[in-house]
């Protein structure tokens, strides 16, 4: 699933854009499952010096079919979203929304307590939160 | 002067970008039925017009992000949808049915006569 950028056409934005994608292209893939990038669910990722942040953006899953896994560091959201019945007689016109079973794997930090995570879903969005163990967060030294 | 005119509206424009929310639209006998995907939107910032015979469809994202979070990867990286349709002539634009919930809009838009400019109302169920 992409959302795309529609207005307006920037020029600079756009060439900022493309050479984003192009060393995206070029980079040498950080993880062996291949490019994150475009899968349903859309996926955020960010961290703080405390825990580290996952936001899958599944719109309409009910959030019972949805499942998290943290196995070996590894971060795995599945689930299914079931696509709308189409009454008789109708006409699709468009048909861009994701249905159907989806998986999207995420590879965590060395640093994070899995047994912290927590996982909350609100207005289609998943939020997994996930804390760095005590020893791995930055710790000032006293200089005496 | 001018240029700080220039740099302004380009800022501003740049304010107004947005993500194309994914649709789908199906008609029957009795309407069309659109639903667009929109996560990470609250019911209060949703907003939907109707005017002549064009649609808006805009949405802000708001999520709740732990202070100093600094994202590492981005897929969902503007804060707004919005998407623009044109309706014809025989879809009822003053009865369109809004319904939000979990990140989905559906709108169901019967068929009538003419159209005019109205704010739509969100049911929330």
Redesign the interface.
């Known amino acids: 699933?992409?959302?795309?950028?529609?207005?307006?056409r920037?020029v600079f934005?756009d060439l900022d854009r493309l050479q984003r994608e192009m060393q995206q292209a070029f980079d040498l893939s950080p993880s062996i499952r291949g490019i994150?990038?475009?899968g349903f669910?859309?996926?955020?990722?960010?961290?703080?010096?405390k825990?580290v942040?996952v936001?899958a953006?599944?719109?309409?899953?009910d959030p019972a079919s949805l499942d998290v896994q943290i196995e070996k560091g590894v971060l795995t959201v599945a689930g299914e979203r079931k696509a709308?019945p189409?009454?008789?007689?109708?006409?699709?016109?468009?048909?861009?929304?994701?249905a159907g079973r989806f998986r999207r794997v995420v590879t965590l930090p060395d640093d994070v307590d899995a047994g912290s995570a927590t996982a909350a879903?609100?207005?289609?969005?998943l939020?997994i939160?996930i804390a760095r163990k005590e020893a791995a967060q930055p710790r000032r030294i006293e200089i005496q | 002067m001018n240029e700080d005119k220039a740099v302004a509206r380009?800022e501003a424009?740049?304010d107004?970008?947005?993500?194309?929310?994914?649709?789908?639209?199906?008609?029957?006998?009795a309407g069309?039925t659109l639903?667009a995907?929109?996560?990470?939107?609250?019911k209060d910032r949703l907003a939907l017009q109707v005017e002549a015979d064009t649609l808006t469809i805009e949405g802000e994202v708001?999520?709740?992000?732990?202070?100093?979070?600094?994202?590492?990867?981005?897929?969902?990286s503007?804060p707004r949808?919005?998407?623009v349709f044109t309706l014809s002539k025989e879809l009822d634009a003053g009865k369109v049915g809004a319904e939000f919930?979990?990140?989905?809009l559906k709108l169901r838009i019967p068929k009538a006569e003419h159209a005019q400019a109205r704010r739509v109302e969100i049911k929330v169920t």
């Open positions: 699933m992409v959302y795309r950028a529609l207005f307006p920037d934005a994150a990038r475009g669910p859309a996926m955020n990722v960010g961290g703080t010096p825990s942040e936001y953006f599944a719109p309409g899953v709308e189409l009454p008789e007689k109708a006409t699709a016109h468009i048909d861009e929304r994701f879903y609100r207005d289609g969005v939020h939160s | 380009q424009a740049r107004e970008r947005a993500m194309m929310p994914p649709v789908d639209v199906v008609e029957d006998a069309i639903y995907d929109m996560p990470g939107v609250p708001a999520l709740a992000l732990p202070e100093g979070m600094e994202a590492s990867h981005a897929e969902v503007l949808y919005r998407r919930a979990n990140g989905v």
